[in-house]
């Protein structure tokens, strides 16, 4: 699995270019039904990227939030990045049809 590395410009200032993932997954969600994805071995970070608004849920699986959810354990809204230290498996739901794409990475301190 790739280091996650972001790549300097010509001026020496950090950038948000980084090199491709070598596992990436595409999970095809259909509307209200969740799906479940385990964590590749070695990965500690995860970029997500959707054609639609979807939750995740860490280590469990995710539910559409359909009241309010104020006990803390409320799935996440279309987040972009995540580190994944200790997480085994990634919950996913969406409201409407949608792919998301997951790209894995290893992270050190």
């Not at 972001?6 to 969600?29: F, K, N, Q, W």
């Not at 590749?40 to 959810?69: G, I, N």
């Not at 580190?83 to 085994?88: D, Q, T």
Request: proline letters at 6%; charged letters at 15%.
């Amino acid at each position: 699995m790739k280091q996650f590395q972001s790549y300097a410009d010509a001026m020496g200032r950090s950038t948000d270019i980084v090199e491709p993932s070598d596992h990436r997954c595409a999970v095809v969600l259909t509307a209200g039904v969740p799906k479940s994805i385990a964590v590749p071995a070695h990965a500690s970070a995860v970029l997500f990227s959707a054609s639609a608004p979807f939750w995740v849920q860490y280590d469990e699986a995710a539910t559409l939030p359909t009241t309010d959810v104020l006990d803390g354990a409320a799935p996440e809204l279309s987040p972009n990045a995540r580190r994944i230290c200790g997480i085994a498996s990634l919950g996913l739901v969406s409201s409407h049809d949608c792919t998301v794409s997951l790209s894995f990475f290893q992270v050190t301190a």
